[in-house]
């Protein structure tokens, strides 16, 4: 899936949410989400960022009818409740809680689950990975990103190490300030891609310098889409192909 990530960059406001789900729907991506913290989490910096379950709800609803998927990124469960999803992120911060996400297996028994690794290692992943199929969960994926808008921080190369020892579970999140680094990504085959979006309309986005703008994001799935065509099968044979032009 390709998955559009509007976060929290709404910033409370229910129109300018109406008007990011409105744009993407016209577009490619498979997915919409959104996110709602813990209710601690929308003191100072960002008071007045959410919005009400009824409002999610609306947005949910617009969202299914386009035929797209909705998802949350949520840390705060009785919120969850009121709202629910398609599927779940457990953000990056919350992937040791384990009783956290007790709560949300107990509540997803048909959703995903996407599991968030942020700067996680393996013996983390594992960890949690294991809880989960105690629990019985198995529609799980883990997301491979790093909270660093550094291109040197990206580590693409942990996608097929994760792959190696967890199996073919991992999606890739991208933080970098140069989105660029989704089409490189193609190249070890994720199962998902996540990018956040911002609008043109309003300045200062919580994800801001490594969101999409919304008139870009087709290009991002059309390219996305076609890089992967290109990987090919590996197979290295006789062919007929020609250059146009050449002889």
Do not use: W
């Not at 809680?97 to 942020?118: A, P, Y």
Request: glycine fraction near 6%.
């Amino acid at each position: 899936m390709i998955i559009a990530e509007i976060g929290l960059n709404h910033k409370g406001s229910y129109d300018l949410a109406n008007y990011y789900v409105d744009q993407l729907i016209k577009t490619d991506v498979d997915a919409i989400t959104f996110q709602i913290r813990e209710q601690g989490f929308y003191k100072g910096k960002f008071k007045g960022y959410e919005l009400s379950a009824q409002q999610y709800k609306n947005l949910k609803s617009k969202i299914r009818k386009a035929g797209k998927l909705f998802g949350l990124a949520t840390s705060n469960i009785t919120e969850y409740d009121k709202v629910e999803s398609d599927f779940i992120k457990v953000l990056s911060k919350d992937i040791e809680d384990l009783n956290f996400i007790d709560q949300i297996i107990d509540r997803t028994t048909k959703q995903g689950i996407f599991l968030s690794t942020g700067m996680s290692n393996f013996k983390t992943v594992q960890t949690t990975l294991d809880f989960c199929k105690d629990k019985g969960k198995r529609n799980i994926k883990l997301i491979h990103t790093r909270l660093s808008n550094s291109t040197g921080d990206v580590n693409l190369k942990a996608i097929q190490e994760m792959k190696n020892r967890f199996g073919n579970i991992v999606a890739f999140g991208n933080h970098c300030r140069n989105p660029n680094v989704l089409f490189t990504s193609v190249a070890y085959e994720p199962t998902d891609y996540y990018f956040y979006v911002k609008d043109k309309k309003t300045n200062n986005h919580p994800d801001d310098l490594h969101a999409i703008y919304l008139d870009e994001v087709q290009g991002f799935c059309n390219n996305i889409k076609d890089l992967t065509f290109a990987l090919g099968t590996g197979s290295k044979e006789n062919t007929n192909n020609k250059i146009e032009g050449q002889i």
